[in-house]
């Protein structure tokens, strides 16, 4: 990807069949194409990654993604964390020295963002590990334990990230951004490999944040501030909303 040729970065995208709340959600037809495809046609856009596999657990969705032509890793089905899936898939490419997780059911994610993360990490050889996040100022999302919010560093590093309103705001803070995390990771692979071996941090428990592992074991974790702000697809109605979406700027282009 650049003119270090020690570096490899690779882009997984992990797809379960087995989401609780969506069961199959990756071969979901959007606007024609399964979900887990517009992913990979969004990273095909990319500059900065050397390849991109898909690391799946079942062989419906490695038999869907290999006839849209992307190439499939076959992972174990009991990985307690995404982490641990991404970690296996990585083998699969030994030269890899960088890895981003790009997940499987954000179908509108910005191929800008993937390189810029790629691009900070291979350029800073002490940076484990790089997420983004985007700005908001909205009190229902501030308040609801699935948005993941964070707070950061003066240097952009992560201080902490949490499913409660973060910061609790005592007292009225001018200068104060609050900050949204998208679920995105850029990991060295031999941090990757050690964070995989760590168990379960006290905080990660309680949160149910795999990153917190990571600060609690003193790594850095870089956040990227991006405009992106498109979610993740998490139910049908979800699906159903991006299918009108889509429809409707294929017959307006």
Known sequence: MDTHSNHYVLGIIPARWASTRFPGKPLHLIAGKPLVQHVWERCQECSNLDSIIVATDDERIASACRAFGANVTMTATDHPTGTDRIAEAAQAVPQA?????IQGDEPLIEPTLIDQLASVLVNDD????????????DDALMQDPNVVKCVLKHNGDALYFSRSPLPF???????LTCFRHKGIYAYRKDFLQQFVQWPPSPLEVA???EQLRALENNARIKVII????????DTLEQAEELERFLTSQITHS
């Open 207 to 209: 949160e149910s944040l």
């Open 126 to 137: 002490q940076l484990e590990m790089a997420t983004a996040a985007n700005a908001f100022d």
């Open 226 to 233: 991006t405009d992106d702000t498109s979610g993740g697809i």
């Open 169 to 175: 705001q005592r007292s009225k803070s001018p200068n």
């Open 97 to 101: 020295t960088h890895l981003i997780n």
